[in-house]
């Protein structure tokens, strides 16, 4: 799992992180609310939680300093990642 997030790329990369943990995310979502439809049971612990909910604070503070879309950028991933682009069309085509 990536650690800091200090550039665009690393937005990205933890988009795919993210999409690659099965999580189907908004990044205003708090990490602790999202909860495994299977078992009935939290996502993530507390600690796990935190820590996701910092990166995606990092990648607010990143996205907003170089005047992306945080939305778009994290849409964007989660739809390549995840093989939606196929019938959703990606942002940045549009």
């Not at 999409?19 to 205003?28: I, N, Y």
């Not at 990166?55 to 991933?77: A, Q, S």
């Amino acid at each position: 799992m990536i650690t800091k997030i200090l550039t665009i790329e690393d937005v990205k990369q933890f988009a795919k992180q993210l999409t690659a943990e099965g999580l189907s995310f908004h990044p205003d979502d708090d990490f602790n609310d999202y909860i495994n439809f299977t078992t009935n049971t939290p996502s993530y612990t507390k600690e796990d939680a935190e820590v996701r909910n910092e990166l995606m604070n990092e990648c607010f503070e990143i996205c907003e300093k170089e005047g992306v879309d945080i939305y778009e950028i994290m849409m964007e991933e989660l739809l390549l990642e995840s093989g939606l682009d196929k019938i959703i069309p990606l942002p940045s085509k549009q």
